[in-house]
């Protein structure tokens, strides 16, 4: 078993930065898969970023590129979502998730997720 649990969320004006952390516990991170997905109220969890095992491997929704940086320090067993340039659409709560197999893109992929935390930007 895997427990998640995301922090680092609050409340930002356009055109900050925010850097969303992942910490788990109960297992290793080093074998999974781990991504970050968000979701707004009434709307499906989308996916926004996703990165190796190893960290050798990036993957990122048009969302996401240019503006966000997934990046995992299996070391401390967590993982990183560096947001810039954030915009008012960009508020949601955000997901971290662990996986081992299947497309990491999508949700069913994920066998572990944290609780979420909320990510808010006033314009």
Do not use: H
Request: hydrophobic share 35%.
């Amino acid at each position: 078993q895997v427990q998640l649990v995301e922090s680092g969320g609050g409340l930002v004006q356009t055109g900050d930065s925010l850097t969303l952390s992942c910490a788990a516990s109960g297992s290793s991170l080093s074998t999974y898969v781990m991504g970050w997905f968000r979701q707004t109220p009434g709307k499906e969890r989308d996916f926004a970023a996703a990165i190796s095992a190893l960290g050798t491997l990036t993957d990122y929704a048009d969302l996401a590129k240019g503006r966000f940086t997934i990046s995992r320090d299996n070391a401390k067993n967590t993982v990183y979502l560096q947001m810039n340039s954030l915009k008012p659409e960009d508020t949601a709560v955000y997901f971290c998730a662990a996986g081992t197999q299947g497309p990491r893109r999508r949700i069913a992929s994920y066998a572990y997720w944290g609780q979420g935390t909320q990510v808010t930007v006033s314009s």
